[in-house]
Each structure stands twice: as C-alpha cells, then as structure tokens.
C-alpha cells in the first residue's frame, strides 16, 4: 500500500480518464519539503518569480550566501540588510521591495511561523499572506502544496496544471482557470494528487 492509496482510490473512482493517467504514471511520489519555515520558503518563491530554475536558484544561493554560517536569514537580519546588498545578489529592486514586506510581515505575525501555521485553514493562509507585496495565490498555493503538505489544493491558475489538464482530455486549448474550477469538486478531498498528476502529463512526450 502506497502513502497515497486512499486518494488515488477515489480519484480513480471518480474520474475515469484520470484513472488513465494515474495508471500511465504510476504511483504518486509527491513529498512535502516541510523542513523549510514560511519565510524561508516564501523568499525563495519570490526569487523564483519569471525566472528559469537554474538561474532564480543561483540568486537564491547568493542571498543565502550573504549571511554565512547559518541555514538561513531571520526576518530581522534581512529586513536590516541594504538593498543595495540584496540586489548584489541580483534581485531586482521589486523582489527586494516584496522580499523586505515579507519580513515586515512575518515579524508582525501576519506571515506565521511553522507551528502556527499548521494551525490555520488553508483558506485563511491565503488570505493572511496574499496580502504581502508581490505574493498572489498561486505562490501560496505552492506554499500550501509543497511546504505544509495540505492535499486539497488546486492551482488553477499554474501553467503546468492547466496544459497537463488540457492534454489529459484532449482539448484544442489550455482551458482558463475558470473553467477548471468546478472541474476540481469530484476530486475532493484529494485535488493536490490530481494537480500532482497533471504536472506529471505537462512532462510526458508528445
């Protein structure tokens, strides 16, 4: 028995052309990355933000960098830092303004610690963070998803998800966000392990 049987079950059940998927995929080998506080996690999403991988993790290395000797900075020391320091690192003055609300935010309590936050509604996470600047729900649903490990997220909005949906069930275009919503209820409690699968079919060849 896999960690995800029961979810893959009932997706199963409930949709038979994603039953296609999950059976041409095979087992979901989704993890959580739960070792990373909010904060931490959230700077490097917004270091992330419209750049490629390899190029957003070599800045997120270089701002890890600027603080030796620790796994990583503290709101405090961050938000003390020079922009001009930060943006050495090469973030843009944008992403230093976002980085440095963030901080702000995480040390008034908006933004929650790792503890607290389990504590909180998936809903209500979105709303407490979305209100830092340059943070929309899609960075927090990746927050929720990959993070805090919540199992019922469904990023409408992700690129991936909508162009593996649209090639599962064969559709002439990406579907909008809109247009995914309702698809999302059959799938409940389980739309992250839905959203997991769609990824895996924006990867597969053509």
Request: hydrophobic content about 40%; glycine content about 6%; some cysteine.
């Amino acid at each position: 028995m896999t960690e995800f049987s029961e979810a893959l079950d009932h997706l199963c059940r409930r949709d038979k052309v994603l039953r296609r998927l999950i059976q041409k995929v095979g087992p979901c080998t989704f993890k959580a990355r739960n070792h990373r506080s909010p904060f931490r996690a959230l700077v490097e999403s917004i270091t992330h933000q419209q750049l490629n991988g390899t190029a957003a993790a070599t800045i997120f290395g270089r701002v890890k960098a600027l603080y030796p000797g620790r796994r990583f900075a503290t709101p405090e020391e961050l938000l003390a830092t020079p922009d001009q320091r930060l943006r050495s690192a090469g973030l843009s003055r944008a992403k230093v303004a976002a980085i440095k609300d963030l901080a702000r935010h995480t040390i008034s309590g908006v933004v929650p610690a790792s503890r607290a936050i389990r504590k909180l509604t998936d809903a209500e996470i979105i709303e407490r963070i979305t209100v830092v600047r340059g943070i929309g729900p899609w960075t927090v649903e990746m927050l929720l998803i990959f993070n805090l490990g919540r199992l019922d997220v469904w990023p409408v909005t992700d690129y991936g998800v909508r162009k593996g949906f649209a090639r599962v069930y064969r559709l002439k275009e990406l579907p909008t966000a809109k247009e995914l919503v309702p698809h999302g209820e059959k799938w409940r409690p389980y739309r992250t392990i839905a959203a997991w699968y769609f990824w895996r079919a924006a990867e597969l060849p053509e």
